[in-house]
């Protein structure tokens, strides 16, 4: 039987004071448990959960758009044989106002957000439709596991 990937773990919560309510909601072991789940290999994660502003700032600064988003994924490997190592942006207003509108708990939607970005900086991606329906089926998959509901439904 194959053994768990490690994960080595930072967890950063700058936007802490003005989203006391997330910061409950997203012990470390939590946030730990929900990555690991999703990941197939060892990975060094630092997790970083951020007001607006900051989220427009890094959204604008590395992806040249001019709006805070729910999730950034800063993936660092350059090949297939180094090890996972990135950083995963969560933006907690758009996070929030998301959950709401699609009337979600919201550590379902961080738990679907954690997933979706420990994907990606594995490798992942959703630019076509055969790498979405593939990215899709795993996320949904793993959220599954951890006693989530399909996020797509």
């Keep these: 039987m194959p053994r768990a990937p490690k994960l080595k773990l930072t967890v950063q919560f700058p936007a802490a004071k003005a989203f006391p309510e997330h910061k409950a909601a997203l012990p470390r072991a939590t946030v730990a448990a929900w990555l690991k789940a999703a990941l197939f290999a060892d990975a060094e994660l630092a997790v970083r959960f951020v007001d607006a502003e900051e989220g427009r700032t890094l959204n604008r600064t590395y992806r040249g758009k001019d709006y805070a988003t729910n999730v950034l994924t800063f993936a660092y490997a350059e090949s297939e044989d180094d090890p996972v190592t990135g950083d995963l942006i969560l933006c907690c207003p758009v996070v929030e106002k998301e959950a709401a509108e699609q009337g979600k708990p919201l550590a379902a939607h961080y738990a679907?957000?954690?997933?979706?970005?420990?994907?990606?900086?594995?490798?992942?991606?959703?630019?076509?439709?055969?790498?979405?329906e593939e990215m899709e089926g795993i996320e949904t998959e793993v959220l599954n596991s951890l006693g989530f509901p399909d996020p797509y439904k």
């Design 112 to 132: 679907h957000l954690l997933v979706h970005g420990a994907l990606h900086a594995q490798g992942y991606d959703h630019e076509d439709e055969t790498e979405a």
